[in-house]
């Protein structure tokens, strides 16, 4: 099955598949692929699935590249911030878990979920800050994606 196709089995972000990185719009340009024909697809899911979930954390884009999904967080990097981050992380991997099976089992093996910073990296490594993203699962953030 493709990757569009998983997308449109999931019926809340059934008609918000874009094809390459259109979904990301100008955030596009935080991500650098090797390979860029190997974008099977985008989905903007902050905006798709804003009305139907209006209080929640929701986390910003997903995309496929080589068959696996990457979920990318386009957020200031401060430490304040990493709670947030947090917290948009465990409502994805609820949705997921309730709503997105068709595209969890395509998520990457290595470093799913992708925090990169608008302005930015703001958060020291070995700090408490990232041990808590590791501990979450979320990479280190980074101001540009790059595969």
Known sequence: MAFKDDVEEVGEIRDCYQTGLKALGSDSAKVR?????DISGSVFLDQCLETVYPQAPRWDYLFCYRNEVFFMEVHPANTSE????????????????ENGASINKRKARDHPYRW??????????NSRHHRLLIQAGVQFPQEVLIL
Request: aromatic residues 6%; charged residues 25%.
């Open 116 to 125: 990169i910073g608008t302005n930015g990296v703001h958060i020291t490594r």
């Open 82 to 97: 990493v709670r947030s981050i947090i917290a948009k992380l465990t409502w994805l991997k609820r949705w997921l878990a």
């Open 33 to 37: 692929i090797r390979a860029p024909r």
